[in-house]
């Protein structure tokens, strides 16, 4: 079962719903494992996910697991899930789809990772 810092992961299905199923599903994997788990940290990292655990019991299936989810979300569009087309600019990734690739909403973001809310 995991434990730890499970509001992270809703924290980070909020700010990048396109990858809400892909956290899901590996939360999902990982409690039918069986195993206690520790989350000492899930963010958004280089445009990909990255997702750290700590227990006894972690092992080769539980990292398999970790490890696919984290590269399947270098491949997905953070707002919506579909096919990545498009990496943000500057000193910050964000992986973007087709229809998501525009001028304005990457400077929303990019406002938004300031800390700016307009």
Known sequence: MLTGRIDEINDLKRELPGWAGLLDGLV????????????????????GLRFYVQGAD???RQRHYIDAAE????????????????????????????????????????????GETT
């Open 58 to 60: 972690v092992g080769t």
């Open 28 to 47: 999902s994997k990982l409690n039918r494992l069986d195993v206690d788990m520790q989350v000492l940290q899930v963010k958004e990292k280089f445009g």
């Open 71 to 114: 590269t399947a979300s270098s491949l997905l569009c953070c707002l919506c899930g579909a096919g990545v087309t498009h990496q943000g600019e500057g000193n910050w990734i964000r992986l973007f789809c087709a229809e998501h690739d525009t001028q304005d909403l990457r400077a929303l973001w990019q406002r938004q990772r300031e």
